[in-house]
C-alpha cells in the first residue's frame, strides 16, 4: 500500500532533498526563467534567511521529502507585506500523486496564520501541470506577460496567478 503524505515545515536537513527536487525543475526548463542549479548549502541559507515570517512546507511519504512549497517576498514595500510570491515543486516520480496539492495546501494554512492576503506567481503558458494545479486550488489567472524574459535565449510569456487568503476573503 501506497503510505500516506504529510506535510510539516521544512527543517534545514530537508535541504539536501528540496535542492535535489527544484533541480530537477530547474533541468527540465519547463518551470522557471532560473538555469543556475541550486546547492544544499544554498538551500539551508535561505531557509535560514526567511526564518519563520517566509514558510516553507514538505510533503513527505514515507520518509521522504516527494515535495515543497515556498514563499517569499513579493516587494520591500511595506504596503505589500501581506503579499508573497509562491513556488511549488515535486519529485519527478513522484509527480501526479497529490504530493503538489498537499504542499501548496500547507502553506496556505502557513501564509494564513501569518497574516499574509495573497499569493502570487507567475507560470509559463506551456505549463499544463502547474496551471491545472493552481486552478484546482483556487487561482485567478491575471493576465500575460509577453516576453517576460528568455530561458537559453527564447523568450518567454507569463501567466500572471494570485490567490486571495484569510482577511483579504471576507466580503
Ligand atoms: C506542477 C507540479 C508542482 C504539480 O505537482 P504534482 O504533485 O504533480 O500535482 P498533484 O499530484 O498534487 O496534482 C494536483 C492536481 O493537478 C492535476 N495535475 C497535476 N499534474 C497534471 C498534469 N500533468 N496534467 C493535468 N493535470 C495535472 C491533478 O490532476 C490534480 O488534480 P486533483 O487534485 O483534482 O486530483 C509538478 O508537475 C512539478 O513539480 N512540475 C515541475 C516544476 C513546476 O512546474 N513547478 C511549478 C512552477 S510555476
Not at 82 to 87: D, H, P, R, V
Not at 143 to 148: A, D
Request: glycine content about 10%; overall charge positive; some cysteine.
Amino acid at each position: 500500500m501506497t503510505p500516506p503524505l504529510t506535510v510539516r515545515q521544512a527543517l534545514q536537513t530537508d535541504a539536501s532533498a528540496i535542492a535535489r527536487i527544484h533541480n530537477q525543475g530547474i533541468e527540465e526548463r519547463g518551470a522557471t526563467f532560473e538555469t543556475a542549479l541550486r546547492t544544499v548549502e544554498g538551500i539551508e541559507a535561505v531557509l535560514r534567511e526567511k526564518g519563520d515570517r517566509y514558510p516553507t512546507i514538505v510533503t513527505v511519504r514515507g520518509g521522504d521529502v516527494v515535495a515543497w512549497a515556498a514563499v517569499s517576498p513579493y516587494s520591500s514595500r511595506e504596503c505589500y507585506a501581506g503579499i508573497a510570491e509562491f513556488s511549488v515543486y515535486t519529485e519527478r516520480s513522484a509527480r501526479g500523486t497529490g504530493a503538489g496539492r498537499a504542499a501548496m495546501e500547507g502553506l496556505f494554512r502557513a501564509c494564513e496564520e501569518r497574516g499574509f492576503w495573497k499569493l502570487t506567481s507567475r507560470v509559463f503558458p506551456e505549463n499544463r501541470a502547474s496551471l491545472t494545479l493552481l486552478g484546482k486550488l483556487g487561482f485567478r489567472q491575471v493576465g500575460t506577460h509577453r516576453r517576460h524574459a528568455k530561458v537559453d535565449g527564447v523568450w518567454h510569456d507569463c501567466i500572471i496567478v494570485e490567490k486571495l487568503l484569510g482577511e483579504a476573503l471576507e466580503a
